[in-house]
């Protein structure tokens, strides 16, 4: 087996793996095509046998299984990962920008000493390695040159796409003597977060409101459109954390994922995790103050306007 | 027990900027508290209301500017402020290795039980120092913390993290750890008149490079931004113009198009 290039880690949870792995494969086989090397694949706790099954996509060339521990742990990701480098020497780490990802990459990248970059949207290699990421709440981009022959980079969800086709990686089991029993931090388990009064994923048209809305009294006139227009109420996470509406009205990666047919998003600036649980509506329109914010690249109508000029007509034509 | 709470003052670009070569024109920046650290302050606070914490100690590298801001961590509770700033770091892209640099020099000086740390800064959104910190110091951690319990007696912080998909993990964290806030982990308090009247006379102590034990060659990072633009909207937005009633009355149409009615 050759030295990899790029060494791709997987992620999952309660058994299933997570979509960003297999979006993971896509980018590492760009990069290491640049870099000229082979694609690894490490997969670390829980079923990893049913899981290489899975990673085994074209264009990958080996897959490493950890054996060790049935959900993420960070100490023994971090175990197996820093003993896979040690033993494969791959260039570059790619290792998801997800909540467990960045759980223990940059503990990774400290200790081994390697220059971390997160939440790439986009890599390159032509001798030294770029990178493209957002920067300001998405409203400039920035190319950051890394200077060094070995880097660990997080790549942001749904930037490429998941690899496809059957491959013919090899599969072998990695010891990488870790021990889930010495870790500093244990997992006692997992709780969803309820379900309230309504479903906004079941909703076919959903008024949401964002910070733009400036106080809580405020959230009456977006009651008041929905009602007009026979929608249902949402919001971005701000609204929320103040506690405005419950937890169960949010749009966004750690809210809920919506696919209605309207979203109509009022004083809402479209953040990265937001725009994860609603980039699927059918159609989606803006309504926001500032020309550049971001919600408008994905919108298919747009008012820039002031939402308290703008709702108060709104309403008025739909009674 | 002692609490670090690392403070960042971010940048946040206007509605209207422009970029001069690898940067925002600095006229079209303004400057504020970066939101997932003042749940981090609050979080520390309330630690010092409970009885848990003796002293909340706010850190923060940035330039003079920013004592306005570490001010309102100060009024809203913690008992002093260190700053770490030197011309060497102004010249530097702060990597999350060299950020790590300059707050385990800090670290080793206060020795806190527990450092806590907003999730991610809302200008370069890098979501890393806080991991990487603990790492380099030999802390436990966690990253992403929306609820702490933390139980000194027992030396450990009960704590949820808040996964994707609105799950979350409940974990045992060995103290002393680095925790990693999210927003709505708390509500942040406002600075009350009193706060920011006793903010001016707590202690904002400074620190340059040679203070900590560092040279200039220390904030020589791996990374340099080489390019800053505004994204290339692939959108076909229709924008629809007007004053708000013809906006507003062309909006309800599209609506109607689409089949909203109620
Ligand atoms: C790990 C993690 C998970 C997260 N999960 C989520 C999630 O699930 N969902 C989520 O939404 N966020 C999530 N976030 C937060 C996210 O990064 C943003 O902070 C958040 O989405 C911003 O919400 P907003 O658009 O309402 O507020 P802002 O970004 O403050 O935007 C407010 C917008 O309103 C506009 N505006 C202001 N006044 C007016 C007016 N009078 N009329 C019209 N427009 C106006 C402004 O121009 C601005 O664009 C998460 C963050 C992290 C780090």
């Known amino acids: ?319 | 027990m002692k609490v670090l709470v690392t403070v960042k003052e971010v940048a946040e670009v206007g509605d209207d900027f422009a970029i001069e070569g690898t940067e925002i024109a600095e006229s079209d920046l303004e400057y504020d508290l970066n939101e997932w650290d003042d749940y981090a302050i609050e979080a520390g606070v309330r630690l010092a209301e409970d009885g848990i914490a003796d002293e909340v100690v706010a850190l923060t590298i940035g330039p003079e500017r920013s004592e306005e801001t570490i001010r309102m961590a100060l009024a809203k509770g913690a008992d002093r402020a260190v700053r770490v700033w030197d011309d060497a770091i102004a010249e530097a892209f702060l990597d999350v290795d060299t950020k790590v640099d300059l707050l385990e020099a800090v670290v080793d000086e206060e020795d806190p039980d527990l450092v806590l740390t907003g999730v991610q800064a809302a200008d370069d959104a890098f979501g890393a120092t806080g991991v990487a910190l603990a790492d380099r110091i030999g802390f436990e951690h966690a990253a992403v913390v929306n609820d702490l319990d933390l139980d000194a007696d027992a030396g450990v912080a009960n704590v949820r993290r808040e996964l994707e998909g609105g799950v979350e993990e409940l974990t045992e964290v060995d103290v002393p750890a680095v925790l990693t806030v999210q927003t709505g982990i708390n509500e942040p308090r406002y600075a009350s008149l009193r706060g920011i009247r006793q903010a001016q006379r707590k202690e904002i102590a400074t620190k340059d490079l040679a203070d900590i034990g560092l040279s200039p060659d220390d904030v020589e990072g791996a990374l340099t931004v080489t390019n800053m633009y505004e994204p290339e909207s692939e959108s076909d937005a229709e924008i629809i113009e007007g004053d708000p009633g013809e906006a507003a009355g062309r909006l309800a149409e599209v609506l109607r198009e689409k089949g909203v009615d109620a």
């Not at chain 1, 099954?53 to 742990?73: K, M, P, W, Y």
């Not at chain 1, 977060?193 to 959230?219: K, Q, Y």
């Not at chain 1, 954390?241 to 750690?254: A, C, E, F, I, T």
């Not at chain 1, 979203?263 to 803006?286: P, W």
């Open chain 1, 1 to 319: 087996m050759a030295d990899p290039a790029v060494l791709a880690v997987a992620e999952h949870r309660r058994g299933e793996l997570r979509e960003i792995s297999l979006e993971l494969l896509t980018a590492g086989r760009e990069l290491a095509d640049a870099i000229g090397g082979e694609l690894h694949v490490a997969v670390v706790s829980g079923d990893v046998e049913a899981h290489a099954d899975s990673l085994n996509r074209e264009g990958v060339d080996a897959i490493h299984t950890v054996a060790v521990g049935e959900e993420f742990d960070h100490s023994v990701y971090q175990g197996a990962v820093e003993a896979l480098v040690d033993a494969h020497d791959p260039t570059t780490l790619l290792l998801p920008n997800s909540v467990n990802g960045l759980d223990y990459a940059p503990a990774v990248a400290e200790s081994l000493g390697v220059p971390l970059v997160t939440d790439a949207i986009d890599v390159a290699y032509d001798d030294a390695l770029t990178v493209t990421r957002e920067q300001y709440g998405s409203k400039v981009e920035t190319t950051i040159e890394v200077d060094g022959d070995r880097f660990a980079i997080t790549i942001r969800g749904g930037e490429w796409p998941a690899a496809t086709g059957a491959g013919e990686a090899t599969i072998e089991s990695f010891d990488a003597a870790v021990d889930p029993g010495e870790s500093g931090a244990r997992v006692q388990g997992y709780e969803e977060v309820g379900d309230g009064d309504v479903d906004i994923a079941d909703a076919d048209v959903l008024v949401s409101v964002g910070r733009g809305i400036e106080e809580e009294e405020n959230l009456e006139l977006i009651f008041d459109l929905a009602e007009a227009m026979g929608a249902t109420v949402s919001s971005s996470r701000p609204i929320v954390d103040n506690g405005w509406l419950p937890k169960n009205r949010q749009v966004g990666q750690s809210g809920k994922v919506v696919t209605p047919d309207v979203y109509l998003a009022v004083g809402i600036s479209g953040a990265v995790q937001h725009v994860a649980g609603m980039k699927g509506a059918e159609t989606i329109i803006a309504v926001n103050t500032d020309p550049n914010a971001p919600i408008f690249d994905i919108a298919d109508y747009g008012i820039v306007g002031d939402l308290f000029e703008i709702v108060p007509e709104l309403i008025d034509d739909f009674e």
